[in-house]
């Protein structure tokens, strides 16, 4: 069965961004492929975490997994910091991409901002990280929100960089020409990039959106509700067809969001909210994600409660990644030239 590898970093509290584009699409995967869901801890470093945040968030993290429907008996859950091979194998792909494949990503363009002097050496180097997540399992698929891509093109530039420095090695050792897989994205329903309810032009985000402009896993049901109406949109009724949503990004947001939540596709949302306004609309819009995410909230907040089973299941998840792992790292000290 081909692997999956995806994560989340403990970076700040879950969003409606990061169910939707990604714990939501990693629970029917469990029955098509063997299914390792990480929470990157490694990765949320790379800006300054309080330290009891980062252990909060962590757990947090693993609990939306398990609460969405990842059952931790079928899907390895873990923290990424626990399996140090993750480490191990960043430093040998830090070796092998290039500073100017890094220089080019737009999401440390983004988080650099004009500062980019004065972050973490970590943040630069983090795709390198994130290719050693998904290599060190050899998955061949990635299940990641759409703001992703150009990371996973980059951990496919490694490995095919891997592949050929080291053609020969590998090919003694194995008899194969290539030793780490080409990764893909996986596509599990349409590409969903959840917006920011205050800016249609920017993702929804853990670190860097208001508190008024995100929806949390979390939130009870009134600060959805109250979110929801106070979100930016326009003045416009809504479009019966998804072409009238054209340059309509705030608007082009909340049908998507209602759409994703409601399992349909925009064109059906449409066919029943066209023609009618925003005070229709977005009340039916906060009943939806209302209904959608308390229950997910409620067994959050009763799996985090009990520190004893998450980090039962978080240990038992990363013995099982080193089960992995290992052979797999072996076998890359071996092909670099490490002796042991
Ligand atoms: P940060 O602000 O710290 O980068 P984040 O909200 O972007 O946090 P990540 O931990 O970077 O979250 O990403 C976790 C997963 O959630 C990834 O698969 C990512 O593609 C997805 N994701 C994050 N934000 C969105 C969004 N707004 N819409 C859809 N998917 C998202
Ligand atoms: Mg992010």
Same mark, same amino acid.
């Given at each position: 069965?081909?692997?999956?590898?995806?994560?989340?970093?403990?970076?700040?509290?879950?969003?409606?961004?990061?169910?939707?584009?990604?714990?939501?699409?990693?629970?029917?995967?469990?029955?098509?492929?063997?299914?390792?869901?990480?929470?990157?801890?490694?990765?949320?470093?790379?800006?300054?975490?309080?330290? #009891? @945040?980062?252990?909060?968030?962590?757990? $947090?993290?693993? &609990?939306?997994?398990? *609460?969405?429907? !990842?059952?931790?008996? +079928?899907?390895?859950?873990?923290?990424?910091?626990?399996?140090?091979?993750?480490?191990?194998?960043?430093?040998?792909?830090?070796?092998?991409?290039?500073?100017?494949?890094?220089?080019?990503?737009?999401?440390?363009?983004?988080?650099?901002?004009?500062?980019?002097?004065?972050?973490?050496?970590?943040?630069?180097?983090?795709?390198?990280?994130?290719?050693?997540?998904?290599?060190?399992?050899?998955?061949?698929?990635?299940?990641?929100?759409?703001?992703?891509?150009?990371?996973?093109?980059?951990?496919?530039?490694?490995?095919?960089?891997?592949?050929?420095?080291?053609?020969?090695?590998?090919?003694?050792?194995?008899? #194969? @020409?290539?030793?780490?897989?080409?990764? $893909?994205?996986? &596509?599990?329903?349409? *590409?969903?990039? !959840?917006?920011?309810? +205050?800016?249609?032009?920017?993702?929804?985000?853990?670190?860097?959106?208001?508190?008024?402009?995100?929806?949390?896993?979390?939130?009870?049901?009134?600060?959805?509700?109250?979110?929801?109406?106070?979100?930016?949109?326009?003045?416009?009724?809504?479009?019966?067809?998804?072409?009238?949503?054209?340059?309509?990004?705030?608007?082009?947001?909340?049908?998507?969001?209602?759409?994703?939540?409601?399992?349909?596709?925009?064109?059906?949302?449409?066919?029943?909210?066209?023609?009618?306004?925003?005070?229709?609309?977005?009340?039916?819009?906060?009943?939806?994600?209302?209904?959608?995410?308390?229950?997910?909230?409620?067994?959050?907040?009763?799996?985090?409660?009990?520190?004893?089973?998450?980090?039962?299941?978080?240990?038992?998840?990363?013995?099982?990644?080193?089960?992995?792992?290992?052979?797999?790292?072996?076998?890359?000290?071996?092909?670099?030239?490490?002796?042991?």
């Amino acid at each position: 069965t081909p692997r999956v590898f995806s994560g989340i970093k403990p970076s700040g509290d879950l969003h409606l961004g990061n169910y939707l584009g990604a714990i939501r699409r990693f629970v029917p995967l469990q029955d098509t492929h063997e299914t390792i869901y990480c929470v990157v801890d490694m990765h949320a470093i790379t800006v300054w975490q309080d330290p #009891e @945040d980062l252990k909060r968030w962590t757990y $947090e993290i693993a &609990a939306a997994y398990i *609460a969405a429907g !990842v059952d931790p008996t +079928k899907s390895i859950i873990f923290n990424q910091s626990q399996v140090v091979e993750h480490a191990e194998l960043s430093w040998i792909f830090n070796c092998v991409a290039r500073m100017g494949w890094m220089a080019r990503m737009t999401q440390f363009k983004d988080k650099a901002g004009e500062n980019s002097e004065q972050v973490s050496l970590g943040l630069f180097a983090y795709p390198s990280l994130m290719a050693a997540d998904i290599l060190l399992y050899k998955a061949t698929a990635v299940p990641v929100g759409e703001d992703q891509r150009q990371h996973l093109e980059l951990t496919r530039d490694i490995a095919k960089k891997f592949n050929h420095d080291f053609k020969k090695q590998i090919k003694a050792l194995s008899g #194969e @020409d290539e030793f780490f897989p080409i990764t $893909e994205t996986l &596509a599990t329903g349409p *590409a969903m990039r !959840v917006k920011s309810l +205050k800016d249609g032009g920017k993702k929804m985000s853990k670190s860097e959106s208001s508190d008024l402009a995100t929806i949390f896993m979390m939130d009870d049901a009134d600060a959805i509700a109250k979110k929801i109406k106070r979100a930016t949109s326009d003045a416009e009724p809504l479009p019966s067809e998804a072409a009238g949503l054209e340059n309509r990004p705030e608007a082009e947001n909340l049908v998507g969001i209602y759409a994703a939540l409601s399992n349909q596709n925009v064109g059906q949302v449409l066919a029943e909210f066209g023609g009618q306004g925003w005070g229709k609309f977005k009340p039916a819009l906060a009943d939806l994600a209302v209904a959608s995410l308390s229950p997910i909230a409620d067994e959050m907040k009763r799996l985090v409660a009990d520190r004893g089973e998450m980090d039962r299941i978080l240990r038992d998840g990363a013995d099982r990644a080193r089960a992995i792992a290992q052979p797999i790292m072996a076998d890359v000290r071996n092909i670099v030239g490490f002796v042991r």
